[in-house]
């Protein structure tokens, strides 16, 4: 059974970037979408984008293009989210999470999901 | 201001059916499957419906799912105390070319 495994608590400076890992590992990856997902305290959960670790075509909301990039590496079964120009509206925790079946679209149900990874963004 | 919408709670007794409604329009709802995810804080969410009305393995059929147009919704028998959870309703929104979430709804077992 696959799991995902995200790199560890985050703390950054307003205007800095971060990058959030996302490994895969006891199952196959690379041909799903795995999706970013946050939740901001108190807030509800906000879809980020997502990308399919073969094709490495990632798609975003538009609330986040320009400002988050997602990328994959396929050989390592690991896919990377990185926010730049953090305010401190970017405090969150960040999921990434596959979808369940290799013909599922963005969008679709995300059956597997990381153990998320808290940002804290503060001066 | 979620595109889906979502009431901000419900609560039944132990042992009683709630549902919850989600929102939506034909760019959404109307064209895109539905799935229902179970959320407590600090916890990764959990798929509970996928594809409007199916269940992943494991979950048991307590909890169903429907989808009439551009409205969802997901149905919970048999209250339990550990279904205290925010519940969540997600799909695809073509318009915006992204996935879409409700505002989420927190289930009280009174």
């Known amino acids: 059974q696959v799991q995902l495994e995200q790199s560890g608590a985050e703390v950054k400076n307003p205007g800095s970037s971060v990058k959030v890992s996302c490994r895969a590992s006891g199952g196959t990856f690379s041909d799903y979408v795995v999706t970013w997902v946050r939740q901001a305290p108190g807030q509800g959960l906000e879809w980020m984008g997502g990308i399919v670790p073969v094709f490495r075509s990632p798609i975003y909301a538009q609330k986040f293009r320009g400002r988050v990039t997602i990328t994959a590496d396929a050989f390592r079964s690991t896919v990377y989210m990185e926010v730049s120009s953090l305010t401190s509206e970017d405090t969150a925790v960040y999921y990434c999470?596959?979808?369940?079946?290799?013909?599922?679209?963005?969008?679709?149900?995300?059956?597997?999901w990381g153990q998320g990874t808290t940002v804290t963004v503060s001066s | 201001q979620s595109v889906l919408t979502q009431p901000p709670s419900v609560s039944a007794a132990p042992g009683q059916k709630v549902t919850i409604s989600c929102s939506g329009s034909s760019s959404n709802i109307g064209s895109s499957h539905v799935s229902w995810y179970q959320y407590v804080p600090g916890t990764a969410p959990k798929l509970l419906i996928y594809d409007n009305n199916k269940r992943p393995s494991g979950i048991p059929d307590r909890f169903s799912g429907s989808k009439s147009g551009t409205s969802a919704t997901l149905g919970i028998t048999g209250l339990q105390t550990g279904d205290e959870a925010d519940y969540y309703c997600g799909t695809w929104d073509t318009s915006l070319n992204a996935g879409v979430f409700g505002g989420g709804t927190k289930l009280t077992v009174l």
């Open positions: 999470a596959r979808c369940y079946s290799r013909s599922s679209g963005h969008g679709d149900g995300m059956d597997v």
